[in-house]
């Protein structure tokens, strides 16, 4: 006994994919979200992580050209920036561990 392939006709009459022309596409550039999309989040959270270590070297330069007078305040934002920076490379681990997961999931 032989198994027949799978047809496309098959597929056209499965009731699971009748639905799947009516499906709009969103863009990156999609108006109706009023809060940004995913990359406007995550340029922003870099930008401002940037922010925060070219204040933490502005503070030191600062600090070694005898302008600024106190040394804690530069040291709490070299902590502030350090501490941001590993957020994010640990937000991005998470998210390429996640990546490699669902690549490796089978459909």
């Known amino acids: 006994m032989a198994i027949d392939?799978?047809?496309?006709?098959?597929?056209?009459?499965?009731?699971?994919m009748e639905g799947r022309d009516r499906i709009q596409e969103v863009g990156f550039n999609d108006s109706s979200n009023?809060?940004?999309?995913?990359?406007?989040?995550?340029r922003d959270a870099v930008q401002s992580v940037d922010a925060m270590q070219k204040e933490s070297e502005t503070g030191v330069e600062n600090i070694l050209a005898g302008k600024a007078e106190n040394i804690h305040e530069v040291m709490i934002s070299m902590q502030k920036a350090q501490l941001s920076f590993q957020l994010m490379v640990e937000m991005r681990n998470k998210a390429v561990e996640t990546y490699q997961e669902l690549s490796r999931m089978q459909i």
């Open 34 to 42: 009023p809060e940004g999309s995913f990359a406007d989040m995550i």
């Open 5 to 16: 392939p799978i047809t496309i006709q098959a597929l056209r009459q499965n009731p699971a």
